[in-house]
Every structure is written in structure tokens, then in C-alpha cells.
């Protein structure tokens, strides 16, 4: 708090009153002739003949003075001593403040939180009313990114054994959230299944950095990663990663013959481990055979059974007959089928279960 001063003090003392963080003092700064508090002392006999000392003269009678200095609101007050007698308080000042005045906030950002208090356990040791005030109704918001792709061609999705991705350079692009200033600068890397490919980057470096890359493959199931990686002033550190997977096909589809060594005409999609996604087959007015076709390998399992989801009924299946096919890429692939026992020339829709 500022020093205040007392005004209109005149006839009496002047005075300096200092406001610490704990206790007000009042200091006289223009002493009167009177002694504060007390009355003047009577005069001093004459000295007697020389050998023997003279006879103390009498008191004399109580001064004028002052007492009890004390301040009521803005006001100032000394109670007078008349003769030895306290007399009523009289206000011989006021108090106002010189110099600035108590802080006043000053960040004319938008609070973002509910005022809720702080977080459990918080240390607010040796912090200012202000910063608590801060922390209370502006909380840290942290960052993170909100895309990132190195650009790869042909894409994210999985691709087959054996396809590859050409070599190419292409830029690193990504796109962040959160407050700007909460980014550590220079903090931003870029890696590969773990290997640093660019480091020292900021958040707002998109595009201008780019990775030269080798050709990938995979002719069993694979995957390799890109990872995005910063620092923020808080928190733990954003990362966010872009991965490109080499995947098993499994196959389904009607054939007029009871034994298959390829899947040619078959539809076919992308499975982490043996499909149960039911599957429509059309014989098209000529009696076919019916096949599922998975990959002969420990982490598919074999089907227990197989349903008509019109009806829930249960549809017969042959198998599992293993033949090895080599696929487009030029990959040898074991697999196993299941078909039916019957041709038909109609439509059915079969869930297969494991």
C-alpha cells in the first residue's frame, strides 16, 4: 500500500503517517513547544549560599499537550491534555493516499474457466495475490496437433503384400491447436519406426521441411510409422503419428468349380485377423459354389460355422482346404477355403463364425 500524508494539520503538529504491511506509525515531523502527552515541569529555585545547596523551588502547574493520537475512518484524531486533564478527541487531519493507488487488473483477455478454484494440491508458496487471481481464471491450455501426414502416394490405406511405395521427397504438413505461446520453440521432430528424420522445428514450420524417402515394402504383414513430436511450456508433450500397414487380403466369392487354386473374380478386402463381416453371393441363375478364402496363418482362426442371416439357419460348409496363391505383387501366399457342399443358382447372404 502507498504511503498516505495528513492535510489540514494546522495549528497543530505536523505529522507523517507510513502504513507498513503490518502496522501503521505515526511520526512528528514539526514538533510543537509543548511536550506530547504531558505537563511542563515548574522553575528551578535559586541556589543558596555557597556550602550549603538551596531549597527546590515548588512545582509548577501541568502544561498543554497532546495524547491518544488515533484515526477513524479518513480522519485523524488527537485527544489535548489541558492541566493534567485528557480532554475530548479532536480531528486534526485527514488521511489520503500519495502515489499510486492498489493494483488494478490490467489483462483484458477473456477468462476461459469457470472460476472453480485451483487445482488440488497446488503450491501457491511465495506467489502474489495477482498470479493466484491469473491461475484461478485463466488455466493453462495445452496444445496438440490437429493433422499431420507426410504425404506419402497412394495414400493411408493398407496395402497388399508385396506393393510397394515408390521413393519420393514430399513436404511435412500438420496443423496445431491451443495457444501459440505455449510452444516450446524449436522443440518439433520428426521420426521414423524411431529414427529422427528432422529436428529444431516450430509449430508454425508446416510445409517448409520435407523427407526424402526410399522405396517400402512388405511381403508379410508390416507396418512403419512417422511420428510427430513437440514440447509445450506445461504438460506432457503432443505427438501424433501417421502409419502405413501391409495386410493380408481375404477373399469371397461364387465359382462353378469344387476345387480353386486362385481368386480370380472374387471380391476381396483388407482383415487384422479372420473376418466375421457377412458376405452376399449370387449364383445369377447358374449353380455355383460358394467360398471364403482367409490366410492360412497362426493369427487367423478357423470358422466353428456359418449362418444365413435371413433366417439364422445354419449353412453347410467344406473345409478348410489349403492352397497356396500367388498374389498380384508377386508374393506366395498359403491360404485355406470353405465352400458349399451344393451348387446354387440362387442368392444367400453368410455370416461366417469363429
Known amino acids: 500500500m502507498a504511503n498516505p500524508e495528513i492535510t489540514n ?44 545547596p538551596g531549597a527546590r523551588g515548588s512545582t509548577g502547574t501541568t502544561g498543554f499537550g497532546y495524547t491518544g493520537a488515533f484515526i477513524s475512518g479518513f480522519t485523524l484524531y488527537m485527544q489535548p491534555v489541558v492541566e493534567g486533564e485528557i480532554q475530548s478527541a479532536i480531528p486534526i487531519g485527514t488521511v489520503s493516499l500519495v502515489g499510486p493507488g492498489e493494483s488494478v487488473w490490467t489483462n483484458a483477455t477473456l477468462t476461459n474457466t469457470a472460476v472453480g478454484g485451483l487445482a ?7 506467489k502474489k495475490a495477482i498470479e493466484i487471481l491469473e491461475e484461478i481464471l485463466y488455466s493453462y491450455e495445452s496444445v496438440s496437433f490437429s493433422s499431420f501426414s507426410v504425404q506419402l502416394s497412394g495414400g493411408l490405406g493398407p496395402r497388399e503384400l508385396g506393393q510397394t511405395i515408390s521413393g519420393q521427397t514430399q513436404s511435412v504438413i500438420w496443423t496445431t491447436s491451443g495457444p501459440n505461446g505455449n510452444w516450446t520453440g524449436g522443440s518439433l521432430k520428426v521420426y521414423r519406426n524411431g529414427t529422427e528424420l528432422l529436428t529444431g522445428l516450430n509449430y508454425d514450420d508446416s510445409g517448409n521441411y520435407s523427407i526424402t524417402h526410399p522405396s517400402y515394402s512388405y511381403n508379410s504383414p508390416n507396418f512403419f510409422n512417422f511420428v510427430l513430436q513437440g514440447e509445450q511450456s506445461e504438460g506432457s508433450n503432443p505427438q501424433r503419428s501417421e502409419i502405413y500397414y501391409w495386410k493380408y487380403k481375404v477373399y469371397w466369392g ?7 487354386s486362385n481368386f480370380t473374380g472374387f471380391s476381396s478386402d483388407f482383415a487384422d485377423s479372420s473376418p466375421t463381416t457377412a458376405r452376399a453371393f ?29 433366417n439364422n439357419s ?28 451344393v451348387a446354387s443358382a440362387g442368392s444367400i447372404t453368410i455370416r461366417p463364425n469363429l
Open 9 to 52: 494539520t494546522d495549528p497543530y503538529p505536523q505529522l507523517t503517517l507510513t502504513v507498513s504491511s503490518q502496522y501503521p506509525s505515526i511520526t512528528v515531523t514539526n514538533p510543537p513547544s509543548i511536550v506530547l502527552g504531558s505537563g511542563g515541569g515548574g522553575a528551578q529555585g535559586e541556589q543558596g549560599i555557597p556550602g550549603s
Open 120 to 126: 488440488s494440491s497446488a503450491n501457491l508458496v511465495g
Open 254 to 260: 461364387p465359382n462353378i468349380a469344387s476345387s480353386i
Open 282 to 310: 449370387d449364383g445369377a441363375g447358374t449353380a455355383t459354389f460358394f467360398y471364403f478364402v482367409i490366410p492360412n496363418s497362426g493369427s487367423f482362426q478357423e470358422y466353428t460355422s456359418f449362418t444365413n442371416t435371413a
Open 314 to 341: 445354419t449353412v453347410s460348409m467344406i473345409g478348410p482346404t489349403a492352397v497356396t496363391v500367388i498374389n498380384p505383387y508377386g508374393v506366395s501366399i498359403p491360404y485355406k477355403y470353405y465352400r458349399t457342399p
